[in-house]
């Protein structure tokens, strides 16, 4: 009989690589192509992000693309229709963009900040804030503000580096690994392939996590913490350290401010700040002197312990004794964490002595010449091989910036950073600490800022504020409530639009941001807001713009749609400028090229920005003539230059693409990026690899390609003093800005610890903790995407429904029966939803998958769909706003440091149904179907050629045994 | 030879990857495409070859889950072959692949009754039993660079949980992996002996704790106070 | 398991008429209490082929491919579907030959007692196929017995019998004596058939979720199933009944298949009822045995169920 099949026809296909944007990973992918249709996506095996593997949601690329909910054309709301009723009519590119450029150019030449523009799952951040920089208005972010900008800002400020993207575990050395709140996070093939690799090595795998499923389901010992209170378990690790003497004594004195001193007067002014000299520099006593000595020189010796007194008078101690003190606190004593944490005393320290035995007795040694910032030459590498990595189990919490801070202090004790086997940065980071950027805060008529919107603040002066001590900005980010908002809070845009505070806007463009459903705390209400008019009738937001790619929920909110393209039919650049995709050993930038032809007069909304930019006459965009300066966005980013030199891709610049990292622009680099496979890596020497933020050929060559604005040592921050600059504000004892409000003072004193602290959550000390006795938290299904995947026909059979997951024991004593529906009330409001028991489930938890449940006839999704009639949202629990204090305005249910959403610090209580009581509740009605949209097909049987059946011989059916 | 899977399941995090990937290779392939039904409905449902469950052992806190990817076998007494009244199910004698010949199959699902792991299905549009090829239209195309002769499922397994070989010879990866991590059958005592085989979890590496006296704090303090560190 | 009506339908249908065909070709080649007449022959023999063929043709009703069925007949050699095929086709010749000489008295006696001893081996073998189409299957332990072909031949010649009885009530030919005291025998034996099979299904064994998991120490608990909603093998697999409705199906198996046809059979010995009586036995037992066929498959567990949260089968 015949034995090899026929195989498919090569001949007739093209193959063409991208990079994938199922999800924020962006893995390179080589795109299969037959008859302009999809055939195959496979991983790229080259690329530095995924290394050939590509996970469910890459796979199911096709399904994405063949989406019923993909918008064909612009559309503006029906005019004499009410916004949410989903009546559309199409409209043409030109009238889209006169209608909108018209209404920008009046904003931007009456009050710039009447244009909020925020952005969600995008990762061209860099492009966007320009843009928004341009046009004049403060009132742009991403969503990194209720994303993780705990962990980002945690880090920048502390260590120079962070996790969620920005630094990874040093997967092929490190011997301990502990993994903190992630079910998944942004470096989604990444993570899968350095578990496998540290396991395969035999490093032990540690999860804390309320949870165990996914990764924690691999670990080799998981540890069902009670969600909020990691801070308290990290930081009873560190007394366990601290108090057996169990810390890297060099690292210490060398690369953190731990032997600093720090003024101690209590009340008084400047109480709490780094002691100093004229010039400013930070003082250390010096034990062999015996004086004290300009903290960031060499060749001295300070003293890491210690009490003194300077010539005024004033007492001094180091930053490492005040940590002693703060820490070696039965407070913190693993016995008393016990009882926070729920994890067993002995449980703690065993974990903790367990890191200090890998980190000091099985220290590595990578053999290799580098020279540190002293100038001091070192013949190896010495690597500490315990790494962690964290997430939003972490940030989504209001105390998660002080748990992220105690986590980095766990590192900075065990002198893990960026040595190998600990967490290393990813380029462009480490950076200082933090970078030296302010957010604007000045806004005019037809002026650019004059500096990007989002920054690093260091003092209550840096603050975006009026004189008054009101916010400026439409999120209230960089205002008292949120001092280091470093992200915005996307998440406050539509509720302090709608109430006026601080002030209304005119126009909000939602750029790939579901906010009116699973994106936004409050959904319900959120909707309403969104539908909500004034005493004139008039729309509270009066101009609502959506740039999405398909039938999402806030679509149907929209005044005007500009539908976007798929990720397989648009020119994109991945940048370092932006959030990195580099590795450690190597920065690394990446590119989208158009593998298919759009079938829908669709827009890659980067094009239509660069495109406004022009009409609207930004400086960076037109010529001395005033005149359009790009052709397009690929012209754009080919010739932009950010500084002399440095522009959005760091391959192949030069007139001739001889130059990497930077040079001058280089017409053809798109090109050479396609030739590449759609990526650069460039890989650093291996003398640049480890101890960046005190490595001297690093640190020059970081100043020289523009990571760094010096080549000044990375100073790691053990102690804020940031943090005790806005706390003296709060206490009324700082020369500059002060609040007003009491309020304020109190939170600022309350939280803005200098040093890593662990309070109760915000929403937990507000309501009774006995009645809202479940914590309720979510996680990321691997398989999918946020809201996007539910119009992916493949995904969606793997889970179009979520439950309410609760252990097993604690239902059973509840008579809450397996599949039964429950009533979840938080203080915010009421949802129906499905139980489904498991062991893998922390008793105080509740858990769900998070944005399957959807709003019946979004995504191209029949009505009865079980997304919306099954399946559901924690978000309308989540209230924007915490629980009401008299004598006290309503405030954000975020950080009180920056501004992070809190969606994890939610309670609820959970009763049985009443029988015959099923399906989720609250019920939406049915989003109406867009113009010029078919009915969505009741079978698919997607294939790009006929099958090539392997035949069996006649013969052989009727010889064979 | 006796080609197979070995799925480890130590490091397997259920992330479906190895399911969708084998559903978008085989929707042309050699028996696609795999219908799906509903798609946007009420009850979306289809044809897949290998499919992921989770599974939860022992009970709080004393539990693990374990995540475990399903897929033919291609078992070595493969009953779902001798039942087949058509001949269309067949085992390859040269590789011991499991086929449907869809050209010969009339549907009457005998052989999915006969297969203990569920790994066959109906397609009921074209009314023909469908399963996993093993991939036998990549692995043996010699127009795919050699290092992409592998099952979908394989290639892009995130974990790299899957392994792809030959289990009749004691000297490829597979072989010994199975050797060395105690890989197992699933439901051995019904004697379809598969050639699929799962790698139990790894035994946890037992880490030394650093053993060091508590002293109290001003005790301390003094001793490290003026302790000389060179920066 | 889900129990598909058409192949209710074939294996009842079809081992009535088998077990019709078997009676009426012994009683014929043996002289059983006198023989059967030509007419009776004739007309037993062409009830039984009736029976048969619609049971058939019912079986085709599941196939989501019918254009392939002709296939079946080709894999002989391994499987059980395919050899209950050739069987029956093969019989039809030799059952039409010997029931049409015998009915015409056209053709010397060795040779109608050749045609007539194949005919009833060709049935016999037939509706043991059909059993052992599922007896083979390793994967539903309520199958994977000898029981079950041995119960398909006993019910087979039970509703054969209570049929042939009836002609006979019709016809008041010479073996009605015989034939209603087999009948009784045959009924008698089946239902007993049928008491040791549901006390043998009754006690557990076979594969459970701790050896299809490999997780033998331990509570194994399906967590998720990795779909959203049911897929062929759920339709195919996961019908169960509850144990009251198998309870009270099982009794009306015993008093409409058994019971009630037994006490008519009975009662036609004593020279009771006649024709009447012996009608409603053969509707009594159909329905009896049918309701039987049912249970036969719901009962059946697949040991795919273990995937789907069963603990055992
Ligand atoms: N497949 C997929 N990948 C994604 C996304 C997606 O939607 N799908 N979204 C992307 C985005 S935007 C983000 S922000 C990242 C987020 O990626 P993750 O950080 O993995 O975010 P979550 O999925 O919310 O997982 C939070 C985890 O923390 C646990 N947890 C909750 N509260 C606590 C706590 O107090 N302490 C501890 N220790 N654990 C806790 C939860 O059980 C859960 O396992 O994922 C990105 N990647
Ligand atoms: N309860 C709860 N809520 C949460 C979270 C949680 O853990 N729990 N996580 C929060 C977090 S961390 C995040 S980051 C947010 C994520 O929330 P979002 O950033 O809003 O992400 P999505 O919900 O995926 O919405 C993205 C939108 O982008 C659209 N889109 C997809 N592809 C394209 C494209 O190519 N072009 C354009 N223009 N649009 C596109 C989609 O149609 C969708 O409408 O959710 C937050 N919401
Ligand atoms: S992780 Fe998956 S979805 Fe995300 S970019 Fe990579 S392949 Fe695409
Ligand atoms: S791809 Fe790998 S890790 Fe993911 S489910 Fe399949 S085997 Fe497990
Ligand atoms: S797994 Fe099922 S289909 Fe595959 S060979 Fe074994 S019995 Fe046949
Ligand atoms: S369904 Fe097809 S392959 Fe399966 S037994 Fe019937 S004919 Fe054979
Ligand atoms: S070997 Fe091929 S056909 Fe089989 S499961 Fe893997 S991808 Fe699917
Ligand atoms: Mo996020």
């Known amino acids: 009989m015949s034995t090899l099949p026929q195989f498919e026809n090569h001949a007739r296909q093209d193959k063409k690589y991208t990079t994938c944007y199922m999800c924020a990973c962006r893995c390179g992918i080589e795109v299969t192509l037959e008859d302009n249709q999809v055939r195959f996506i496979r991983g790229n095996r080259n690329h530095p992000v995924n290394q050939g593997v590509l996970c469910a949601k890459g796979n199911a690329g096709i399904m994405k693309q063949i989406s019923p909910a993909k918008l064909r054309n612009p559309m503006r709301r029906k005019p004499g229709t009410e916004r949410g009723a989903g009546e559309f009519e199409e409209v043409s590119w030109d009238e889209a963009l006169d209608l909108l450029t018209e209404r920008l150019r009046t904003i931007r030449a009456t009050d710039p900040k009447k244009l909020a523009f925020f952005t969600g799952r995008d990762q061209m951040q860099a492009l966007t804030g320009l843009w928004a920089q341009q046009f004049g208005t403060i009132n742009w972010s991403a969503h990194g503000g209720f994303c993780s900008v705990n962990m980002a800002a945690a880090g920048l400020y502390m260590t120079g580096q962070s996790f969620w993207e920005f630094g990874d575990p040093d997967w092929d050395r490190t011997k301990y690994f502990m993994l903190w709140g992630v079910a998944e996070d942004h470096a989604s093939n990444p993570i899968k392939i350095g578990i496998e690799k540290l396991k395969r090595r035999g490093a032990k795998f540690v999860s804390i996590n309320p949870v165990r499923t996914g990764y924690q389901a691999v670990a080799d010992e998981w540890i069902p913490i009670k969600p909020g209170t990691d801070g308290m378990l990290a930081l009873s690790m560190a007394h366990v350290l601290i108090s057996r003497e169990l810390f890297d004594w060099e690292f210490l004195v060398r690369y953190t401010n731990a032997p600093f001193l720090v003024v101690q007067s209590p009340g008084q002014q400047g109480d709490g700040l780094i002691l100093r000299n004229e010039e400013g520099k930070p003082l250390v006593w010096d034990n062999e002197d015996e004086e004290f000595l300009d903290g960031l020189q060499f060749g001295i010796s300070p003293s890491l312990f210690g009490e003194y007194r300077t010539a005024d008078g004033r007492s001094v101690k180091t930053v490492m004794t005040l940590m002693a003190e703060k820490y070696l606190d039965p407070r913190y004593a693993p016995e008393a964490a016990a009882k926070v944490c729920g994890v067993p005393a002995e449980t703690i320290e065993r974990l903790a002595l367990e890191m200090a035995h890998v980190a000091f007795r099985e220290t590595i040694e990578v053999d290799c010449e580098w020279t540190d910032w002293e100038g001091r030459k070192h013949d190896k590498f010495i690597g500490r091989p315990v790494s962690m990595h964290a997430m939003r189990g972490i940030s989504a919490h209001s105390n998660g910036f002080q748990s992220c801070r105690a986590l980095h202090l766990l590192q900075i004790l065990l002198g893990t950073i960026d040595c190998p086997g600990g967490h290393r940065a990813k380029a462009p980071f480490p950076r200082h600490t933090p970078p030296p950027i302010k957010p604007a805060r000045d806004t005019a008529p037809n002026t650019p800022l004059a500096s990007p919107p989002l920054g690093f603040p260091m003092a209550p002066e840096d603050l975006v504020i009026d004189a008054e001590g009101r916010p400026l900005r439409i999120d209230k980010a960089y205002s008292w409530e949120a001092p280091i908002a470093n992200h915005g809070l996307m998440h406050m845009v539509i509720t302090n639009a709608v109430n006026g505070d601080p002030y209304p806007i005119d126009t909000l463009i939602f750029f790939m941001a579901n906010m009116a459903w699973n994106s936004t705390m409050n959904s319900r209400d959120v909707q309403d807001m969104l539908r909500a008019k004034g005493e004139d009738g008039e729309y509270k937001i009066p101009f609502l713009v959506v740039v999405d790619a398909f039938h999402s929920e806030t679509v149907n909110f929209a005044d005007l749609v500009l539908p976007d393209t798929t990720y397989l039919e648009r020119f994109d650049a991945i940048s370092m400028l932006d959030r990195p995709i580099s590795e450690p050993d190597s920065p690394c930038d990446s590119i989208r090229q158009p593998v298919l032809e759009p079938d829908r007069n669709v827009r890659p909304w980067q094009e239509v920005m660069v495109d406004m930019a022009g009409r609207l006459g930004f400086p960076a965009f037109v010529d001395e003539a005033g005149n359009p300066k790009f052709t397009g966005y690929t012209d754009f980013i080919a010739r932009w230059e950010k500084a002399p030199g440095i522009g959005f891709l760091a391959g192949w610049r030069g007139e001739n693409g001889e130059s990497h990292m930077r040079g001058a622009p280089n017409p053809d680099q798109w090109q050479k990026y396609i030739e590449n496979q759609c990526f650069f890596q460039y890989h650093l020497p291996e003398h640049m690899r480890f101890y960046r933020f005190a490595n001297r050929d690093y640190l020059d060559w970081a100043k020289e390609v523009g990571f760094n604005a010096s080549n000044e040592p990375i100073v790691m921050k053990l102690y804020s003093e940031v943090l005790q600059k806005f706390r003296l504000a709060g206490q009324g004892l700082y020369d500059g800005p002060q609040p007003a409000d009491p309020t304020d003072k109190k939170r600022l004193v309350d939280y803005c610890d200098p040093l890593p602290d662990w309070y109760l959550p915000l929403e937990e000390s507000r309501i009774d903790a006995d009645e809202y006795a479940f914590h309720a938290v979510n996680q990321r299904p691997m398989h999918m995407y946020h809201s996007w995947d539910s119009q992916n026909a493949w995904l969606r059979q793997i889970t179009a429904q979520n439950f309410l997951y609760m252990n097993r024991k604690r239902a059973e004593e509840m008579g809450i029966e397996d599949l039964s529906w429950v009533w979840v009330e938080s203080h915010n409001g009421r949802i129906r939803v499905q139980v489904k028991h498991m062991e893998g489930c922390q008793r105080d938890t509740v858990w769900t998958w998070n944005a399957i449940g959807k709003q019946a006839g979004a995504w191209g999704l029949d009505a009865d769909a079980p997304e919306a009639r099954r399946g559901f949202l924690m978000n309308h629990l989540i209230s924007e706003l915490l629980p009401p204090a008299d004598g006290e305005r309503r405030l954000t249910n975020s950080d009180p440091i920056t501004g992070q959403a809190a969606w994890y610090d939610l309670k609820v209580k959970i009763s049985p149904a009443a029988p015959g009581e099923v399906g989720s509740w609250p019920e939406f009605p049915a989003m109406r179907g867009l113009p010029g949209t078919a009915e969505s097909p009741a079978e698919l049987r997607y294939h790009t050629h006929e099958a090539v059946n392997l035949r069996r011989s006649f013969k052989d059916v009727l010889t064979r045994k | 030879m006796r080609l197979g899977l070995v799925i480890d399941l130590d490091t397997c995090v259920g992330c479906h990857a190895c399911a969708v990937a084998c559903k978008q290779w085989n929707s042309s392939g050699t028996t696609g495409p795999l219908t799906d039904y509903d798609p946007y409905g009420a009850e979306p449902s289809g044809v897949w070859f290998n499919r992921i469950r989770n599974f939860e052992v022992g009970d709080y806190p004393n539990n693990k889950t374990v995540n475990f990817p399903m897929s033919c076998m291609h078992c070595e007494t493969a009953e779902c072959v001798t039942v087949c009244p058509t001949g269309a199910s067949y085992k390859r004698e040269e590789d011991g692949i499991v086929l449907v010949d869809q050209d010969k199959c009339m549907g009457c699902n005998y052989c999915a009754w006969a297969c203990p792991y569920g790994a066959r299905e109906l397609d009921e549009s074209s009314g023909t039993m469908k399963k996993c090829t093993l991939c036998v239209d990549r692995i043996y195309d010699e127009e795919l660079p050699k290092e992409e002769r592998k099952p979908a499922c394989v290639l892009t397994c995130p974990t790299h949980a899957r392994f792809f070989g030959d289990l009749d010879d004691p000297d490829t990866e597979v072989s010994r992996l199975v050797r060395e991590r105690g890989g197992f059958q699933s439901m051995p005592e019904l004697g379809y002996n598969p050639t699929n085989h799962y790698l139990p979890p790894r035994p946890t590496r037992p880490v030394e704790q650093e053993r060091r006296p508590q002293i109290s704090l001003q005790e301390k303090i003094k001793e490290w106070m003026g302790r000389v560190v060179e920066k | ?313």
Request: aromatic content about 14%; proline content about 4%; hydrophobic content about 55%.
């Open chain 3, 1 to 313: 398991m889900h129990p598909a009506l058409s192949v209710i339908i074939f294996t009842v249908s079809s081992g009535a008429g088998l077990g019709l065909i078997v009676l009426a070709a012994l009683f014929g080649v043996f002289q059983i209490g006198g023989g059967l007449t030509p007419n009776e022959s004739f007309w037993a023999g062409l009830l039984g082929l009736l029976l048969t063929t619609v049971g058939l043709l019912a079986s085709t009703f599941h196939l989501a491919n019918p254009k392939n069925a002709w296939r079946a007949f080709s894999r002989f050699r391994s499987s059980w579907l395919s050899r209950e095929g050739v069987f029956a086709v093969l019989l039809y010749p030799f059952a039409l030959f010997y029931f049409v000489l015998a009915w015409q008295e056209a053709a010397p006696n060795w040779l109608l007692a050749c045609l007539g001893l194949l005919t009833a081996l060709l049935a016999l073998a037939t509706v043991f196929s059909t059993g052992m189409i599922y007896a083979c299957l390793r994967t539903m332990r309520q199958w994977n017995t000898s029981l079950v072909p041995t119960n398909y031949i006993l019910m087979g010649l039970a509703l054969g019998a209570v049929i042939l009885t009836t002609v006979l009530t019709i016809t008041r030919g010479p073996a009605l004596e015989a034939a209603t005291t087999l009948t009784l025998m045959v009924l008698i034996g089946a239902g007993l058939g049928k008491v040791i099979y549901y006390f043998w299904i009754g006690e557990p064994r076979g594969p459970t979720i701790n050896t299809a998991t490999g997780f033998t120490r331990g509570a194994v608990r399906l967590f998720e199933s990795g779909q959203s909603s049911g897929n062929f093998l759920n339709k195919e697999f996961g019908f169960q009944p509850s144990a009251s409705l198998v309870g009270k199906l099982r009794l009306a198996v015993y008093g409409l298949g058994f019971v009630i046809p037994i006490v008519l059979v009975a009662l036609l010995i004593a020279n009771e009822g006649g024709f009447a009586f012996a009608f409603i036995a053969v509707l009594s037992a159909f329905a009896g045995i049918g309701i039987e066929r049912w249970l036969f498959f719901a009962e059946a567990r697949h040991v795919v169920n273990l995937f789907y949260g069963q603990q055992h089968t």
